[in-house]
């Protein structure tokens, strides 16, 4: 068999016939050669480098490029997310007294904050007397039957002063329910005693107590923003002691919401309830009649009572305690005759 004879290749062709001549002639055919990095055989390089250099050249996305890029998070939803993994694994802190300061801003202050600023529409007022640091006792009024005067004074606190707690002093029986005494320890309430309350002003923070306590709000409508006795002067004692201001809190607004008409004591007793209300709807209504009336609120914080200008002894001083126990109660209730005298209408104000 020929292979071509010298300097050829197989079938008579010359090496460089590959790489430079385009056509040869075999046994009277031609045979078409294709150079080595002929067109549609160059480099890979090369090929995109024209590619690239050809204007409208159709470009391939890669498989998957056109999905839409997924939007980043939301400040409210890393928040909550944040909020779940701390409740999961515990990285969590709560104070001597119970409070969780993280649950109340994500749980607790969300609806009672639609409550306050849908249902009762509250209107503030000397949010100016509220000091920006430090502590303070705040005395209010208390009236409702059912005491969300407290829960409101608390929210109005926490956002008019950029995120101040309430430390609210309870009654017994507020910790004695299940599960309300719970909510009540994780959301700031402590026990209404002179050791629990001048701790907590010693330490900066601002307290809230409601003298009149359950005569307050078990008052009969027909005594509505009557004041009801202040008791024994407790709460200026622990003022004193701290050497903290006392700021008088008018709140109008929450006598309305259920109308206090009589009283179930035999009902009372067996529930081991201080009162057992009967108002316009309830019970007759059951639980639609538990359901509070959408009156028009407003919370007016007064002027704030120094106390730190009287010497160590003062708080033995029975007269000094009284006197500033009547001024402390005065201030609250001319504020309220006051505000009413203002007031057009229960419902809008």
């Not at 001048?198 to 009149?212: A, I, K, M, S």
């Not at 309830?273 to 609120?297: H, I, S």
């Not at 201030?331 to 203002?342: H, V």
Request: aromatic residues 10%.
């Amino acid at each position: 068999m020929s292979f071509g004879g010298p300097g050829r290749g197989p079938g008579g062709h010359r090496p460089q016939d590959y790489f430079g001549s385009e056509a040869e002639t075999v046994g009277g055919a031609e045979a078409q050669i294709i150079p080595l990095h002929g067109p549609g055989r160059e480099k890979p390089e090369a090929r995109e480098a024209d590619v690239r250099g050809q204007e409208g050249a159709p470009v391939v996305a890669f498989p998957g490029a056109d999905r839409p890029t997924p939007e980043p998070l939301s400040d409210a939803a890393r928040s909550a997310l944040g909020f779940l993994r701390d409740r999961l694994t515990g990285d969590y802190t709560v104070d001597e007294f119970g409070f969780d300061a993280e649950l109340t801003e994500a749980v607790f202050l969300p609806p009672l904050r639609a409550l306050y600023r849908k249902w009762f529409r509250v209107d503030t007022y000397g949010v100016e007397n509220l000091p920006a640091s430090g502590g303070a006792l705040l005395v209010s009024n208390h009236s409702g039957t059912i005491p969300l005067d407290s829960l409101m004074t608390a929210v109005a606190v926490h956002d008019e002063t950029g995120g101040r707690h309430l430390r609210g002093l309870g009654a017994d029986l507020v910790f004695q329910v299940p599960l309300v005494g719970s909510f009540a320890r994780k959301s700031g309430q402590t026990l209404a005693c002179h050791a629990d309350a001048e701790r907590l002003l010693r330490q900066g923070e601002l307290v809230g107590v409601w003298p009149e306590g359950f005569k307050g709000i078990g008052k009969p409508f027909a005594s509505r923003y009557k004041l009801q006795r202040f008791g024994r002067g407790g709460f200026v004692s622990a003022a004193l002691r701290a050497g903290v201001p006392i700021i008088p809190v008018s709140v109008i607004g929450a006598e309305e919401i259920y109308p206090k008409l009589g009283d179930i004591k035999v009902l009372a007793r067996m529930l081991g309830l201080p009162y057992f209300p009967v108002t316009p709807f309830f019970p007759m209504l059951g639980l639609l009649g538990a359901v509070p009336l959408p009156t028009k609120w407003s919370i007016e914080f007064g002027t704030p009572i120094p106390t730190d200008s009287f010497g160590p002894d003062a708080v033995d001083d029975p007269m000094l305690v009284f006197q500033l126990t009547d001024q402390v109660r005065e201030s609250i209730q001319q504020t309220l005759y006051r505000r009413l005298s203002r007031r057009k209408s229960v419902f809008r104000g």
